[in-house]
Structure formats: structure tokens, C-alpha cells
């Protein structure tokens, strides 16, 4: 390839500019033995036919940290949210990449040496005054830790990706009618009337018992499911072989008295393990406890009433869940919320008078085409009035007279005209250039997917977890 390379004389055609020319192998530096001590599969992602093996992740993850400037490096080191989009946004970007391979093979698309050596020569880090020096080449690629062939491999499978995905860089047309529609639409504006009937403007009394029933029973209040959990958790920093083995021996022991009919607490005191009783909870508001992710939320309401869960392994050690105690949701006795219907029953019923109301004030509108206590506005889509009175008053056609419900109260609406928009250039071009945006961000998903569909991405659960799970 070297060889070829210096005897080479065509200029190339493309530049194919990648980041990876230049970097320090810095990360987290513990992953990568960890990932040399897996037993088993070592493969992390499987994309189609194609496995990603964890050295290929951890090497892939430190050229992207190396990348960025110390203050995000710190940011990812020290925030586990960011940690954990960082992790996501690596493994979906060698996700990604191998589709595009896979579908490149699938073509048949061919990337020759000739191709090869062309394109490299073409490098700036690769030169000395203009020329491609052989010595440059050498000293980048060992600098770099690639050898000449895994340099020309990384090449060729940009290349190839490419091939596959470039035409998506390529702006999608809109038709100029549907710019003009979109602009006209957006920019449009229109005159108005509108009366306001305010549920606090009626006066309603205090409501009998039942009244109060018969509310009840048509708006009843559901008390969500509960449950009552306790775990036990054993230690460890999982990512240190020799304690994540210590602290499976104890998981095992505890499991085992566990079965044999010990409780969880008594098992754990046994063996020197972390037992937590939890109060009762629901799902939207757990107690606040590291242990209880979105995963183990998951599980535990997944779980029946009097059962445990095999020991679990997350980041800080091996968790065992038991669900002690499940109150199914139910409705609410309606003397325990008596008290707080009241506020409730009060609006229904100035509602219900608000309503009347405007319907009055709408069949006057109709009969002799004046709006009581009106106001006369000309609106946009986002400004005039209020929210629920622009809505209406774009989705309902000139001439239009209607009742237009909101929070509070009722709006008589009368739209009277539309008024066309005058042609701005710059807005029109700005319209423009976000329908094309849109147009080939559809493209690309339909296309995203359609890669989805022909190489299903796989992740290694075991492995992740075991180095990744909160």
C-alpha cells in the first residue's frame, strides 16, 4: 500500500475528512481489563451479522472523549446522566456506522486500493509543502497506534458509508406552492370578535351532602396501587474482579438461606449483607434511594404480592427485591374526600350556569349579528387573544360563529375575515429552507428504519450491564 501510495499521481475526487487521525487513548482506563477479564461472549453490540466487540466500544469511547475539551471530559466523568447519554451516543454511532457497512455489502459496493491510496494522499497531515510525504504517513499512523492496513480498513468503511448515506446530504426541493401554502399559512392573520363568560362571574352556594354524592359518582377519585418493598443489597465495585467475586459468593449464601425459608433480614444480618425496608409506595413516587432506577421500578411493580426476585447485579453490587405488601388502586371512600370535592362541585356548577350563558349570547350573535360586550381584535396564530380563542379562530373559516371552551371560561368567537400576509423574502426563504430540513429528516428516518429492520441491533445485557447499569 506504501509502495502504491508513492508511486501514486492521480489527485483525488472527494476528501474523506475524519477525526481520528490524532488522539490520546485517555477514558476510563478500568474498562478496558475488565472488558480483557469478561468471561464468555465478549461481544457488546451485534448489528445484523456484524458483532462490535467491548475493545472495539472502549477504543471507539476514548477517541470521541479525546475529542472534547476538559471541561466536558470532566462533565462526562463526573455527572452519571451524562456518563450514561455519552456511553448511548458512542454505542448508537457504532450502531449506525455497521448498518451502513452491512448495507454497503449488501450493494456490492467496491472500494479499491487504487481508491484507497488516492484519498489518502489527499490528507493534510499527510503532507510536507503540498505533497504527500511517506515520512508524514509513518510518523501519524505510529503516533496514532494504526498500523497501515488498519488505517486503509477505518478508510475504506468511511468510504463505503459514504456511499450509502452521502445522497442524504443532498437538499430535498420543495415545490414552491407548498412554500407559498406553509408561508400563508403561518403568516396569515385575522379580524376577530369575542365576548369572554367567566365561570367566576356566577355565584353558587354551599353544596348538600347529596349533591356532593351525586358528583362524586360521575368524577370519582382513584387512590394509584401501592406497594410495600424491602431489599437486600451486598456491596461491591463491581468493576474490581476480586470484589465483584467476594461479593457474589455472599449474594449466593444469602439467596440460599432465602430459599430455605429464612427471611431477608434475618439472611442478610447472617452474612453480613445490607437489608432496607422501604415505605409504601407508588409508582410515580418512589422514596429517594439509588437503588430504585427506572429498571428496578420496573421490576418491582412487575413482581406479585410475597415473592423475591433473583439477586440482580447493578454497578454498586447485587440488589435482592421483595414486594411485602400490594393495595391495588381503588376508588377513593367518599367520605374521605368529601371536604376536597367541594371546591370542585362549585366550578361544575358555575360551568354549567357560564355555559347557558354563552349560548344566549350566541343565539343574539346569530339572530341580529351583534356581539355583546365584544371585543374587536385582528390576530395572528400566536398572538391577539387568548390561546384556545386563536385556535379556534384558525381552524374555523370566515363567518364562523361559535362557543369556544377554555379553563375557565366560555368565548363567544366570531371570525370575521382572513387577511393574507404580506410577502416577506426572508421569511419565505427561512420557510423554505425548514420544509427541506423536514423533508429530509423524513427521508432519513424512513431510511434509519429501514436499516433497523435489515440489521436488528442487539446489545450484550449482560456485559452492559456489568460495566454501564446504575
Known amino acids: 500500500m506504501l509502495e502504491y501510495l508513492r508511486n501514486a499521481s492521480e489527485k483525488p475526487v472527494a476528501k474523506i475528512l475524519i477525526g481520528i487521525l490524532?488522539?490520546?487513548?485517555?477514558?476510563?482506563?478500568?474498562?478496558?481489563?475488565?472488558?480483557?477479564?469478561?468471561?464468555?461472549?465478549?461481544?457488546?453490540?451485534?448489528?445484523g451479522d456484524t458483532e462490535i466487540s467491548a475493545q472495539q466500544f472502549n477504543a471507539e469511547k476514548s477517541r470521541e472523549l479525546a475529542r472534547l475539551d476538559r471541561d466536558a471530559q470532566r462533565?462526562?466523568?463526573?455527572?452519571?446522566?451524562?456518563q450514561g447519554a455519552f456511553v448511548q451516543q458512542v454505542m448508537t454511532q457504532l450502531a449506525t456506522q455497521a448498518m451502513a457497512e452491512n448495507r454497503a455489502d449488501d450493494l456490492g459496493f467496491v472500494v479499491?486500493?487504487?481508491?484507497?491510496?488516492?484519498?489518502?494522499?489527499?490528507?493534510?497531515?499527510?503532507?510536507?509543502?503540498?505533497?504527500?510525504?511517506?515520512?508524514?504517513?509513518?510518523?501519524?499512523?505510529?503516533?496514532?497506534?494504526?498500523?497501515?492496513?488498519?488505517?486503509?480498513?477505518v478508510l475504506r468503511n468511511q468510504v463505503l458509508r459514504s456511499m450509502v448515506l452521502g445522497a442524504f446530504g443532498t437538499p430535498i426541493a420543495v415545490p414552491e406552492f407548498a412554500v407559498k401554502a406553509a408561508y400563508n399559512a403561518r403568516y396569515a392573520q385575522r379580524d376577530i370578535e369575542y365576548a369572554t363568560v367567566k365561570y367566576s362571574d356566577f355565584k353558587v352556594g354551599e353544596p348538600t351532602d347529596e349533591q356532593l354524592a351525586g358528583f362524586y359518582a360521575q368524577n370519582p377519585q382513584i387512590v394509584p396501587e401501592v406497594r410495600t418493598v424491602s431489599y437486600v443489597m451486598v456491596p461491591a465495585d463491581m468493576a474490581k474482579p476480586d470484589e465483584y467475586d467476594a461479593a457474589y459468593a455472599i449474594a449466593v449464601k444469602v439467596e440460599d438461606d432465602v430459599i430455605a425459608g429464612e427471611t431477608m433480614s434475618d439472611a442478610a444480618k447472617a452474612h453480613g449483607a445490607k437489608y432496607v425496608a422501604l415505605k409504601s409506595f407508588d409508582a410515580d413516587n418512589r422514596p429517594v434511594d439509588k437503588v430504585l432506577t427506572d429498571a428496578?421500578?420496573?421490576?418491582?411493580?412487575?413482581?406479585?404480592?410475597?415473592?423475591?426476585?433473583?439477586?440482580?447485579e447493578t454497578k454498586d453490587g447485587f440488589v435482592m427485591l421483595r414486594v411485602d405488601k400490594v393495595v391495588p388502586s381503588h376508588k377513593a371512600e367518599f367520605e374521605n374526600v368529601k371536604k376536597s370535592l367541594i371546591?370542585?362541585?362549585?366550578?361544575?356548577?358555575?360551568?354549567?350556569?357560564?355555559?347557558?350563558?354563552?349560548?344566549?349570547?350566541?343565539?343574539?350573535?346569530?339572530?341580529?349579528?351583534?356581539?355583546?360586550?365584544?371585543?374587536?381584535?385582528?390576530?395572528?396564530r400566536a398572538s391577539g387573544a387568548p390561546t384556545d380563542v386563536l385556535v379556534a379562530a384558525f381552524a374555523?373559516?370566515?363567518?364562523?360563529?361559535?362557543?369556544?371552551?377554555?379553563?375557565?371560561?366560555?368565548?363567544?368567537?366570531?371570525?370575521?375575515?382572513?387577511i393574507a400576509p404580506k410577502?416577506?423574502?426572508?421569511?419565505?426563504?427561512?420557510?423554505?429552507?425548514?420544509?427541506?430540513?423536514?423533508a429530509n429528516s423524513l427521508v432519513t428516518d424512513d431510511y434509519n428504519s429501514f436499516l433497523h429492520r435489515e440489521y436488528p441491533v442487539k446489545i450484550n445485557e449482560k456485559l452492559f450491564n456489568r460495566l454501564f447499569a446504575k
Open 296 to 312: 428496578m421500578m420496573a421490576r418491582i411493580f412487575d413482581m406479585d404480592e410475597g415473592t423475591e426476585s433473583e439477586f440482580i
Open 343 to 380: 371546591a370542585d362541585w362549585k366550578k361544575s356548577e358555575q360551568k354549567k350556569q357560564a355555559y347557558v350563558r354563552a349560548n344566549e349570547v350566541l343565539v343574539d350573535l346569530n339572530k341580529d349579528g351583534k356581539l355583546a360586550g365584544a371585543k374587536s381584535v385582528t390576530v395572528s
Open 75 to 82: 462533565e462526562i466523568y463526573t455527572d452519571a446522566a451524562k
Open 423 to 438: 410577502v416577506d423574502d426572508k421569511k419565505m426563504a427561512d420557510v423554505r429552507k425548514e420544509m427541506q430540513n423536514n
Open 396 to 418: 374555523n373559516a370566515a363567518g364562523q360563529k361559535l362557543i369556544v371552551p377554555s379553563s375557565d371560561a366560555f368565548y363567544v368567537l366570531s371570525v370575521k375575515k382572513d
Open 112 to 153: 479499491s486500493e487504487h481508491r484507497i491510496a488516492r484519498e489518502i494522499r489527499e490528507f493534510p497531515e499527510f503532507q510536507v509543502n503540498g505533497e504527500f510525504s511517506a515520512l508524514a504517513f509513518d510518523y501519524v499512523l505510529s503516533n496514532s497506534g494504526y498500523s497501515e492496513a488498519d488505517f486503509a480498513a
Open 22 to 47: 490524532a488522539f490520546s487513548f485517555v477514558g476510563w482506563g478500568v474498562a478496558e481489563w475488565i472488558f480483557g477479564t469478561v468471561a464468555g461472549n465478549n461481544t457488546l453490540i451485534t448489528v
